[in-house]
Structure formats: structure tokens, C-alpha cells
């Protein structure tokens, strides 16, 4: 076998960066050979940005993953907010590779989770977990997204889902309220519109509707473009006993709430009795907000509420989930080729 067989392409293709990862593949599982992280605003367009990665000397790989903030169809996608196409066709031709695989990157971080240490978990509801049964991940970073595995000859398959963008469903008064003043902005209000990166400014604005921001925080909102980690900072310095700001912890405890009852519906639709993976870049840096006491009784509601109740809940908090999901795709790729080499 040459070099060039024994090497794997993992790639996690979020909205605003991109991480690629070079594995050995006879050492898989293991430390990646080589990983990088890109600004993607830095970049025309994958295909460039792949090219970059590729051309620094490293070897070169045959079998290719990439977990992309997108729905794939037939192995391509236009990913949902950034202005990049993808094909794995086209990558397949264009940088050489035997085989290419393009997975939804919640079907990534669904492959991921499932192969994490404990150390990489941090339990919120210890619940009693199914053997077998469905779980569901939710991954809050710039959008929302969302996916769930279901239990398959021994392992486990994930399936993607669009329910981010499903229709926001308010549970009180004061969420009927954000409902129609997000109308004012857009003509439909997805569940992603307010529980995300995305949506933190939203919600913002909309308490600022409801009481007052401190001076100190408007000057630093004014000073950026980006708003969110703005605000996310000055909620857990509030709630952390430093500087008051009781906006932005109102802020971000909407979002919490939200976040909950959404991971509800999918435990509902999907019946996630194996457990709710809660990810992406927002879960992990809210873990002071999503504690039991805010996120249960939101969570565990209605009809069900007792069955909701025994759902295992664990935040992932290692950052290179979808990273690592991608990597198990390529070397399920690179096995599938060795065993047709072989004739098996």
C-alpha cells in the first residue's frame, strides 16, 4: 500500500470556519497527522480553501469526509448561510481523491458524539438511557441545527434534519410576544430565527424592549460587528457575580428556554430514548445558563412530561465533534474500498 492509500480527509465546513484534518489510516483511531482551522470569509470557496490545506507538503489522501453546514442531495450541497456550493464529484475530479463523502454537519456531530469519551460529555439530566433507543442531537452555533440516530445492526445511523427551520412555536406569553415582533423583521420565524448565534441580537433587541441596556454595553455593541459574543460575554460575567446586566441575562435565559423546548420536540418526533446530545459552539459556552433548574421544567412538559423526564441529556463539549464524526465517515469509506480491493 502507498503513502497515498493510507491516508484520510476529515472536514468540519461550518458557516464562518472551516477545520481540516489529515488521519493515518492504519492508526485510525488516533491524533490527526495534521489539522488546520480556516476563516472562510478569507476564501472564495471551498475548492480554494481545500487547495491551500493540500498543497502544504502533507500527504496526500484518497478517501474524503466533510461534515457541511448545509442539506446534501445526491452528495452535493449549497450550504445555508454561506454562499458556497459543494459537490463531491467535483472534488472528487478536482483534487484526486478515490472517494468522497458529503455529510450534513449534524449527521457529523451525530457520528461524533457517539464515539466520545465521557470526559467530552457533561451530563444535565442523567435520565435512564434505552438500549437501542433513538437519540437526538441539537447543535446551536451560528444556526440551528439538528439530527438523530437510530440504532442499526449493532451501531448506530444518523439521519439529518432540517428542524431548525421549522416554524418557531412560542410557550408563553412573553415568547408570543418575541413571535410578533419577529414577524415585524421577517416573513417566517423558524426556530433558528431565536435559538442561535443568529438569533442572540434578536433577542436582544427584543428585550431592550422590555427593559433598559447599560451604556457600557451599548458602546461595546456599537464597536462591533459582531454582536452575539458581545452579549453572551456580558450574560456570564452577570450571572458569574461580576458586572450587572440583567438584559443580557434575560437574553440569554430566552434562548436557554427555547433551546429547551426545541429539544423536547425533537425527543417527541423522534422518541429519543437513548439520550439528547446537546452541541455546536453556543451549548458548551452556555453551560452556566443550562443548568437543570432552568432547562427541566421547560424540557419536561405537557402530556409526556414524566416520560421527558427520564431522557439522558449531555452537552458536547469537545469542539471538534463534527471533526471527528467526519473522520469515522472517511475511514468507513477507506474500509468500504480496501474490502472491495479484497473482493469481499
Known amino acids: ?25 492504519a492508526g485510525f483511531p488516533g491524533q490527526p497527522v495534521r489539522q488546520q482551522t480556516y476563516r472562510n470569509g478569507l476564501f472564495a470557496n471551498f475548492d480554494d480553501l481545500l487547495f491551500d490545506f493540500l498543497d502544504q507538503h502533507a500527504p496526500a489522501p484518497t478517501s474524503a469526509c466533510f461534515g457541511v453546514a448545509g442539506p446534501v ?15 463531491g464529484v467535483s472534488l472528487q475530479a478536482r483534487h484526486g481523491f478515490e472517494r468522497v463523502q ?84 421577517y416573513a417566517h420565524v423558524s426556530v433558528e430565527r431565536v435559538c442561535s448565534g443568529l438569533a442572540i441580537p434578536e433577542l436582544f433587541a427584543f428585550m431592550a424592549t422590555r427593559c433598559q441596556a447599560p451604556e457600557w454595553l451599548l458602546a461595546e455593541l456599537a464597536a462591533t460587528d459582531d454582536r452575539t459574543p458581545v452579549i453572551v460575554r456580558a450574560g456570564l460575567a452577570a450571572l458569574q457575580g461580576k458586572r ?5 441575562v434575560r437574553t440569554l435565559t430566552l434562548m436557554v ?4 423546548d426545541e ?17 455546536g459552539g453556543l451549548a458548551p459556552r452556555l453551560q452556566p445558563f443550562l443548568t437543570p433548574e432552568r432547562f427541566m421544567p421547560v424540557f419536561a412538559r405537557g402530556t409526556y412530561r414524566d416520560w421527558l423526564a427520564r431522557i439522558p441529556i449531555r452537552i458536547i463539549c469537545n469542539p471538534h465533534t463534527a471533526l471527528l464524526g467526519a473522520a469515522y465517515g472517511a475511514a ?6 480496501e474490502n472491495a480491493s479484497a473482493g469481499l
Open 257 to 260: 428556554e427555547i433551546l429547551a
Open 102 to 185: 458529503l455529510h450534513n454537519d449534524l449527521v457529523a456531530t451525530a457520528l461524533g458524539a457517539i464515539h466520545l469519551p465521557a470526559a467530552d460529555l457533561q451530563p444535565l439530566n442523567p435520565g435512564i438511557q434505552e438500549s437501542g433507543g433513538v437519540m437526538a442531537v441539537l447543535a446551536p452555533g451560528t444556526g440551528l441545527g439538528e439530527a438523530f440516530l437510530v440504532h442499526h445492526h449493532g451501531g448506530y445511523f444518523p439521519y439529518p434534519s432540517e428542524g431548525g427551520h421549522a416554524s418557531f412555536a412560542p410557550r408563553n406569553g412573553e415568547q408570543i410576544d418575541l413571535l410578533a415582533f419577529m414577524l415585524q423583521r
Open 332 to 337: 468507513a469509506l477507506h474500509k468500504d474500498a
Open 1 to 25: 500500500m502507498t503513502t497515498r492509500n493510507r491516508f484520510l480527509l476529515a472536514g468540519d465546513i461550518g458557516a464562518t470556519k472551516t477545520t481540516l484534518a489529515l488521519f493515518d489510516a
Open 244 to 248: 450587572s446586566c440583567d438584559i443580557a
Open 263 to 279: 429539544a423536547a420536540n425533537l425527543a417527541l418526533k423522534t422518541l429519543a430514548m437513548g439520550g439528547v446530545f446537546l452541541g
Open 73 to 87: 442531495s445526491a452528495n452535493a450541497v449549497k450550504m445555508t448561510n454561506l454562499n458556497w456550493s459543494i459537490a
